[in-house]
């Protein structure tokens, strides 16, 4: 029933342009906590970008000043804007989503994975 559908990965020249798309359904969008995690190979996973519902956002100080988190909660789509990119850019991407429910427990759903490659 929950899904989060990343897209707009691809291959990119370093200083190129991508922006990756998470389209979620099955949650009331609005009130969940959202990131941008991604994954090179072999290596732990990292948070790149986070927005809450309230619209806090924070980024990894690797991506400051070329990535850009934002959502749209009226097409329950979170965006990543990702600019100036480089090779150490090049990951497999997953859009999270997460929120504390009423009585304490957390609800968390993660997106299948985008793959984003920057290469000459």
């Known amino acids: 029933q929950v899904q989060l559908v990343e897209s707009g990965g691809g291959v990119v020249q370093p200083e190129g342009s991508l922006r990756l798309s998470c389209a979620a359904s099955g949650i009331f969008f609005r009130v969940y906590d959202m990131d941008w995690y991604r994954q090179a190979p072999g290596k732990q996973r990292e948070v790149v970008a986070t927005?809450?519902?309230?619209?806090?956002?924070n980024y990894a100080d690797s991506v400051k000043g070329r990535f850009t988190i934002s959502r749209d909660n009226i097409k329950d789509t979170l965006y990543l804007q990702m600019n100036n990119l480089k090779p150490e850019d090049t990951a497999a991407y997953y859009c999270h989503a997460h929120r504390m429910n009423p009585r304490g427990s957390v609800s968390e759903f993660w997106g299948q994975g985008t793959q984003v490659t920057v290469s000459s």
């Open positions: 927005i809450t519902g309230g619209g806090t956002i």
